[in-house]
């Protein structure tokens, strides 16, 4: 049901039924320039075709080898509290 403004004296009643009309036109328009200006900075991109270059490392190579002397001790083992 529309009401006119002469129906029952509220001027805002009357201009009501545009504003949904409205909200979904500005809706609409927002969602458009919105996903258009997503498109055209997509645009500039410049796309990277050569693969990254390998970065240094530090090797260090291992053998078996002689770390010190041998060490011998003699002695009993015994719990510290009995």
Not at 23 to 41: N, V
């Amino acid at each position: 049901m529309h009401l006119r403004a002469s129906d029952e004296g509220d001027c805002a009643l009357a201009s009501c039924t545009l504003a949904p009309r409205r909200a979904f036109e500005l809706t609409h328009k927002l969602i458009l320039l919105s996903a258009l200006g997503l498109l055209l900075t997509g645009c500039n991109q410049e796309t990277k075709n050569a693969p990254p270059q390998p970065r240094p490392v530090r090797t260090v190579t291992v053998e078996k080898g002689e770390v010190g002397e041998a060490v011998v001790l003699t002695g009993d083992t015994a719990p510290k509290t009995r």
